[in-house]
Structures are given as structure tokens and as C-alpha cells.
């Protein structure tokens, strides 16, 4: 499909090429200082605004280029745009998300661990997810149809489906809400439970982020006795004055006033009710109220202070530690990509492969062992966007991957298909165009920045159809 549009647009006289490319660089130039101009900014301070957008731009475009890695790569290597791609950036995103949670409250709050060393912990959790589902979409979905000849739209339907499927499966595993990342308060509450108000032989529970709790089965029908205290990185409650929970009664309400005050956090009530589910079972809810958040309230896990490069006042250029962290994560990973690529057997079978992979076969290379090689390594590499998308933007869902994959697969274009390094110039382009677009025009044209990016790939397709620093495919006949 791809192809087929390259062929038609380099079918087109190089004069009306270049013809439609001036005409569209000329209405967005136009309509973009037109709407400069309504607005009346003047000149001084333009300098600094185009500066940050600039650099908000390159951050954003990082993101694109790891996840435009990916199409990049399997297009090479097997033919296949990959659209399930941006969900498994979604996954990664939530693979880090539960780890980060269950290494801050078993780790981090344990004084195990320091809090560096979680997150670092998250973001390789994020990665090896979806790792490990890159490899599954390409053993179970897309290898069969390549062993049985299948035709080219077939793939391209398969990697629809699974994209609509882990869409879906994300919205009914993880609920539709956004999630804030990192978490924005966290707290830890300790239940016990005797059959004694001295609480000689207790039975201990945890409850992590939530103020409810489903007793189990054993305790139905029977008196016992209750406290709970909350523990937070800012401090620990005392427990709870005892409450005796009632085997007869359906529902109760107990305040405590000032009797749970101490330590700095406090619970200042608890309540149990009782229901029968449409199985017939007798649920028994326990629930508490929740400490005010300054006292829960969870630290920055990246400070998010604006760091001063140049300027100052309303003037200043600034870069975030955040954004640094895009900007070396995204450099690390391209670097050890790169050495991987060029200075590796591995890499030379890998590029065989996307070149002729019936010669790499005939050479005794296992070409389906590198194909799956590549699905787990810009997997991987999109599970790492994934996790600096969250950081940047705080706040992850399932569908968070849709828009983010689109642009991503412009910048795939617009770079070059199939080409690495094209991959990089594409999406930084597409992120630094979209952050200058959405920076310069009203508020109420800011929509409009989503069309100038795919202005973008219809105006460098026209003057150059096989992208910046894409070659154009001879086929011998």
C-alpha cells in the first residue's frame, strides 16, 4: 500500500512535485503568520518561545523516533506495518506502571531499596513486557502467515485485529481511566484481626493504595475484632482503636474523633456492611477513610523544576530534568542500537535479512530466529517510550497509544521506511513541527497541528516520495 503510493507520487513530473510542495509550504506559512499576526505578538521574546518549543518539540520527538523505530524495522525486515506497535508501547507504559507500585510499596517504603533504583527497576519491567509480547504478536500472529505465503493485506488485517484486541483487552483489565504515573499519593494500610480486643494472635492483611477491604470466606457469620493503621513515605499512623465486627449485625458506622490521631496520619473512621452476590454468597466490606492526601502525598520521582539555560524571567529558556532523561534515554538506546546494527554478527544478519533474506537463508541463517529478534528489540525499545511518555505526560490509559502511533508511523515516512536513521530524523521532525505549529497559533486553531504534521508527509512525499534519507527501491524484472 505503501509502495503503491511512492510509485504513483514519482510517477508526477518533477516540476509539479516541487509545484504542490511550494503550494502547500506556502498556505501553512501563510495561514500560520496570518494568525501570528492577529494575535499581535511582537518581536522581542520570540527568540526564547521558539527556543522552549524547540526543545519541548525534540522531547516529544524522541518519543516518536523510539516508537517509529519499531515500524521502521519490521517494515525492513518483513513487509509489515505493524499498527499492534503503538499498543504494546501502551502496555510497556503499564507493565512499568504495576512494578513501580509494587517496588515502592514492598522496596522502597520497606527501606529496602532507594527510590532511583525502583524506577530504574520499572522502566527495564516496562521494557522486557513488551519485549515479550512483541515476540508472542510475531510466534503467534504474524510468523504463520508468513510460513503459508500468505498475501500482504493479510498481515496488515492481523496487525489491525490484534491492535483492536489489546486495545480492548486493556480497557476491560485496567479500566478505561487514566492512571496518574507516577503514582500521585501513596499509602499502605495494615489490617489485623483477633478474636480477642488484645490482639494476642492476630491475623495480619495488607491493603496498598485502596480503603476498602473483602474479609474472607472464614470470616462470615462470626465476631472478631479489628484495627487498622496507614503507613505513607511521610510517616505511620498509630492503630486504630479496636472495633468489634459483629457476625449478626448487616452494617455499621464507628468514628473515632481524636483517638486515631497520633503519628501523623490518622484513620478517622470504619465501617462494615454485609450483601448477598447473585451467586449467593455473604460479602462482608470493610472500609476506612482515607488520610489527607499532604500526609500520603508521594515525592517527585523526577523533579520537575525547570532548569535555566539562557535568559531569564518570562525570557528564560528552559529544559526540564524530565525532558533530559527523554533526551539520554533516547540517546543510549540509539547508541547501543547502532552498535548493534554495525558492529555486531547479529546486526549484519539482521540488515541481510531486510535486504535479501532468501540469499541470508541459503548462507545457513536462521532468518525466522532474527525476525523475532527484531519484534523483541524495538518492542523492548517501545516499552522504554512508553515509560518516558508516562513521565512526561503523568498519566497513562489503554488508549493512549492511538494518536502517538500515527504520528509515529508519519515520522517512519517521513524519514524513510525501513531506514534507522530516518526513523530518528522523522519523528524528531514531526514532534518539533507539532510543538512550533501548537506554540504559535491561537488556542482555537491548536487542533490544526495534527493536520500540518500530515501536511508535512504529503509535502516531503511529493518533492522526495521515498523520504529524507530513503532510497528509491529498484526491482529488477
Not at 511550494?22 to 503568520?33: M, N, P, S, W
Not at 489491525?160 to 483489565?173: E, T
Not at 503507613?231 to 505511620?236: D, N, P
Not at 503519628?263 to 460479602?283: A, H, K, M, N, P
Request: contains cysteine.
Amino acid at each position: 500500500m505503501i509502495e503503491g503510493f511512492y510509485r504513483a507520487i514519482a510517477r508526477l513530473p518533477w516540476w509539479l512535485r516541487w509545484s504542490l510542495a511550494a503550494l502547500i509550504l506556502g498556505v501553512v506559512v501563510g495561514f500560520v503568520g496570518s494568525v501570528q499576526a492577529a494575535q499581535g505578538e511582537a518581536g522581542p521574546g520570540l527568540l526564547p518561545q521558539f527556543l522552549n518549543h524547540f526543545i519541548n518539540g525534540l522531547a516529544l520527538g524522541c518519543i516518536y523516533a523510539l516508537i517509529a523505530l519499531g515500524f521502521t524495522m519490521i517494515y525492513a525486515v518483513v513487509e509489515l506495518l505493524q499498527f499492534a506497535h503503538a499498543d504494546i508501547f501502551m502496555l510497556g507504559s503499564f507493565g512499568a506502571y504495576f512494578a513501580l507500585r509494587w517496588g515502592i510499596s514492598n522496596l522502597y517504603l520497606e527501606g529496602a531499596v532507594p527510590l532511583w533504583a525502583v524506577v530504574v527497576m520499572a522502566a527495564l519491567v516496562g521494557m522486557a513486557v513488551a519485549g515479550l509480547l512483541g515476540y508472542l504478536v510475531e510466534k503467534l500472529a504474524y510468523r504463520p502467515l508468513r510460513l503459508r505465503g500468505a498475501a500482504p493485506v493479510a498481515g496488515l488485517i492481523a496487525a489491525i485485529g490484534l491492535s483492536i484486541m489489546l486495545q480492548n483487552l486493556a480497557n476491560i483489565f485496567f479500566s478505561p481511566d487514566p492512571r496518574s504515573f507516577p503514582p500521585q499519593s501513596f499509602v499502605i494500610y495494615q489490617l489485623e484481626v483477633a478474636d480477642t480486643p488484645d490482639f494476642q494472635r492476630p491475623r495480619r492483611f495488607r491493603v496498598v493504595n485502596q480503603t476498602a477491604w473483602q474479609a474472607p470466606e472464614e470470616l462470615m457469620g462470626r465476631d472478631f475484632y479489628l484495627r487498622i493503621k496507614a503507613r505513607s513515605q511521610r510517616g505511620e499512623s498509630a492503630f486504630s482503636p479496636p472495633v468489634k465486627v459483629e457476625g449478626r449485625e448487616s452494617a455499621r458506622f464507628i468514628r473515632f474523633g481524636e483517638e486515631a490521631q497520633e503519628g501523623g496520619l490518622s484513620i478517622g473512621f470504619v465501617s462494615y456492611s454485609r450483601r448477598v452476590d447473585e451467586r449467593g454468597r455473604q460479602l462482608l466490606t470493610i472500609s476506612w477513610e482515607k488520610p489527607p492526601l499532604d500526609a500520603i502525598s508521594f515525592p517527585e520521582l523526577v523533579p520537575r523544576t525547570p532548569l535555566t539555560l539562557m535568559g531569564s524571567g518570562v525570557d528564560a529558556v528552559t529544559v526540564t530534568p524530565v525532558q533530559l532523561i527523554i533526551f539520554a534515554g533516547t540517546l543510549v538506546l540509539f547508541l547501543v542500537l547502532f552498535i548493534l546494527l554495525y558492529r555486531t554478527q547479529l546486526g549484519i544478519a539482521l540488515r541481510g535479512v531486510s535486504q535479501d533474506p532468501m540469499a541470508i537463508k541459503l548462507m545457513g541463517v536462521d532468518a525466522d530466529t532474527i525476525v523475532s529478534f527484531t519484534f523483541v528489540l524495538v518492542s523492548a525499545s517501545a516499552g522504554l517510550a512508553g515509560v518516558l511518555w508516562g513521565l512526561y505526560l503523568v498519566q497513562i490509559f489503554p488508549l493512549m497509544g492511538l494518536f502517538p502511533g500515527i504520528k509515529s508511523i508519519v515520522a517512519a515516512v517521513v524519514g524513510g521506511m525501513g531506514n534507522v536513521p530516518g526513523a530518528v530524523v522523522g519523528g524528531l521532525t514531526v514532534g518539533v513541527l507539532e510543538n512550533l505549529v501548537k506554540g504559535f497559533i491561537a488556542d482555537r486553531y491548536s487542533p490544526l497541528a495534527d493536520a500540518i504534521v500530515f501536511l508535512l508527509l504529503i509535502l516531503i512525499l511529493l518533492v522526495k516520495p521515498s523520504g529524507l534519507l530513503g532510497s528509491p527501491k529498484v526491482e529488477k524484472v
